[in-house]
């Protein structure tokens, strides 16, 4: 949204990739083509029908020579995503539906291919959950490529760029971001596009700075111009004045100095002042961030969130397919472990696949284990595939939305059904494989001592666990002031829950939010949690917070936290104690 004039001119967008970058802008030619529908004659049906079929098979080709292009020269690392294009290309839908628009509604090729676009579009725009919704810029990316194809527009890629430039774009695609040669790009702006988009994913994978979905960039800004942009806070600014310049590199400085102060934490120990060790994990969806994970010194994985492998395609991804994608996380995260989460889909996050139903209750719908156990065909072979992988590294297993001892010694029932099975035919995995489960409803905290019996760790999702427990919608903007992690409701179900898993020797630990936020580090140790998974970035700056505090000091924090009755008052109590000893930390 443009908030003011040219020059100094303020911009706001989406952050994609967190990073300033400071340079001349410029704009690379990634407009949406124009293309006209037409009526055509029976006659020119089915020479309109190869057209588009032609583009289909050309773009395959030219996704291939990118793919073995990008290969040579930088690696296959990233490269799933132009797969994930490649299997869009095979979509019958994108498909079928065209060729019946050019047979039935005797369309040209283009048109036709812009209506089927367009009902992917509205379908995609109903899905609530933001990154299933954001999978259509996938679909878009490829269909503007048989577009180009088929009006004869190429696209050169984004490397021959002279200097270092901020490349601004109507949109940007996977492919242009891995051809980015990052000592030239230094950052990108596109008009289009969402935080868990493809593009905006490999940005943050690879450390570039970007800001996405700010409207009319390509329209507000002209090669030459120049540009800062702050992909944390998803902001840009056109030919800034002295001051604003100045302010944004002192910014800029401060960041980089921050970050090279947290880097040298990364080979410590994620040690208190007084000896304990707490280990630090990442939770990951693509193996394309282990990097990062690495970068943070995390110890392994603690969530492995394996929707992501179910979405964008008609059809659900094979026993093969998953040993392989499970193989590929375990082999690139060791020599740390991998906590493997099945697959937690259901109510609003929709996998084609799968023919789910709408549900008036989605949150407490048919999801997650729930669902797994209701579709044995979907669910063995993803046990099947994880304990296969489990021979090629350190893998764990853990199940979503348990709600009670029945429900996990179902699915140990199907566990050992499976281990039988392999163990007929051969196959080898980690005899010893641990189990843990999720701790995201109050039925669960209720019966921790019991569910402590039946597995070797607990992971809390506090996402969920705050939601059912103070029966908030976490969607639901209009009751974002009841989000409240620090509820006395939910720190006495973690107390639960660790003292239960601890009763019973298991290990704690937590996944959820709030296991990311420095400010609940204090808590989070005092409690007694043995582990923390966070999203990579926030890693270093929890362990700089845990090597400032001792375990005997934040053991003693909670005893008062848990004597308060609000969440406001645990709130100022902490922040008076974050301030009398962590003053420095927190900025
Ligand atoms: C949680 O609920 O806290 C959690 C980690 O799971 P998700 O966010 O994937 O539901
Ligand atoms: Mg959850």
Redesign the pocket.
């Known amino acids: 949204m443009v908030l003011e004039k040219s020059e100094n001119l303020e911009m706001q967008g989406i952050a994609a990739s967190p990073g300033i970058a400071i340079g001349r802008a410029m704009l690379a030619d990634r407009a949406r083509v124009e293309v006209s529908e037409t009526n055509i004659s029976p006659d020119d049906v089915a020479g309109e029908v190869k057209r588009f079929l032609d583009a289909i098979e050309n773009v395959k080709e030219d996704l291939h020579l990118i793919k073995s292009l990008i290969e040579a020269e930088k690696g296959g690392e990233h490269l799933y995503v132009l797969d994930t294009h490649l299997l869009i290309l095979e979509d019958s839908m994108l498909t079928t539906e065209t060729v019946a628009r050019i047979e039935s509604g005797h369309i040209n090729a283009e048109g036709s291919l812009k209506r089927t676009l367009v009902k992917f579009r509205e379908f995609f725009d109903g899905i609530e959950d933001e990154y299933f919704r954001e999978r259509v810029g996938d679909v878009e990316i490829v269909g503007e490529r048989i577009l180009r194809r088929m009006v004869g527009i190429s696209q050169e890629p984004l490397q021959y760029v002279d200097g270092k430039v901020i490349v601004v774009a109507h949109d940007l695609s996977p492919a242009d971001v891995l051809q980015i040669d990052k000592g030239k790009v230094i950052g990108f702006v596109t008009d289009l596009g969402g935080k868990t988009s493809h593009t905006s994913i490999l940005a943050r994978a690879l450390g570039i700075p970007a800001v996405v979905g700010l409207d009319g960039a390509t329209f507000s800004i002209k090669t030459g111009d120049h540009l800062v942009i702050d992909g944390s806070t998803g902001s840009a600014v056109v030919n800034p004045d002295n001051t604003v310049f100045r302010e944004h590199l002192a910014r800029k400085q401060y960041y980089d100095y921050c970050d090279r102060e947290l880097a040298k934490l990364k080979d410590l120990p994620a040690e208190t002042l007084d000896g304990h060790l707490i280990t630090l994990k990442g ?1 990951l969806e693509f193996v394309e961030e282990v990097d990062s994970l690495h970068e943070q010194g995390g110890q392994g994985v603690g ?1 492995y ?1 394996t929707e992501m492998l179910f979405l964008n395609r008609a059809e659900l991804p094979d026993e093969n397919e998953q040993f392989e994608a499970y193989r590929l996380m375990l082999n690139k995260v060791a020599p740390f472990p991998v906590s493997i989460r099945t697959l ?1 889909v259901g109510g609003d996050k929709f996998v084609s696949g799968l023919n789910l139903e709408d549900e008036l209750n989605p949150a407490l719908g048919l999801r997650a284990i729930r669902l797994s156990l209701r579709n044995p065909e979907t669910f063995r072979p993803q046990l099947r595939a994880i304990l296969r992988a489990s021979a090629y590294g350190e893998a764990r297993i853990f199940f ?1 939305m348990i709600s009670g001892v029945g429900e996990i010694r179902a699915v140990k029932r199907i566990l050992q059904e499976i281990r039988s099975e392999l163990d007929a035919e051969g196959v080898t995995y980690d005899k010893n494989l641990k189990i843990g489960i ?1 701790i ?1 409803i109050p039925s669960a905290v209720l019966t921790a001592d019991l569910l402590a019996q039946e597995v070797d760790f607990f992971s ?6 705050i939601q059912y427990s103070l029966a908030i919608d976490r969607t639901n903007e209009h009751l974002s002031h009841l989000y409240e992690p620090l509820h006395p409701a939910i720190l006495r179900s973690l107390k639960m829950v660790v003292d239960a898993a601890h009763a019973a020797g298991i290990e704690a630990c937590i ?3 709030m296991a990311g936020d420095p400010v609940y580090l204090p808590i989070l140790l005092g409690l007694g949690f043995d582990e923390l998974s966070m999203s990579p970035p926030s890693i270093l700056r929890v362990k700089q917070i845990l090597r400032r505090c001792s375990l005997s000091e934040a053991e003693k924090l909670v005893l008062n936290t848990l004597e308060f009755s609000t969440a406001k008052e645990v709130e100022s109590f902490l922040k008076s104690e974050i301030a009398a000893h962590f003053s420095d930390s927190f900025d």
Request: hydrophobic letters at 25%; charged letters at 30%; glycine letters at 12%.
């Open positions: 939770n969530l969130r937690d979503p999720m995201e809390v999702g506090t996402n969920d666990l996944c959820g939010e």
